[in-house]
């Protein structure tokens, strides 16, 4: 999670330090894009994963609480 803000926030950065060096021209453009895309799906895959772990531990909870009582 960490490299992922960092990630955010060094592309952040980036787009404020040439937007006020004179403009953001296309291959300025399409780089920030990029990231923005891959940052983007990464979320998206790292949040599947936590979807994943979540309904697993559901299920161990119905698992114990049939055992409990």
Sequence with gaps: ???RLYLSA???VFLIATWLN???NV???IVVICALVYLILDAREHLQFV???VA???QLEK???GFLH
């Design 22 to 24: 004179g403009g953001v």
């Design 56 to 58: 697993l531990l559901q």
């Design 63 to 65: 698992k114990l609480s």
């Design 27 to 29: 291959l300025t453009a």
């Design 10 to 12: 060094l592309t952040l």
């Design 51 to 53: 979807k994943t772990d």
């Design 1 to 3: 999670m960490a490299i």
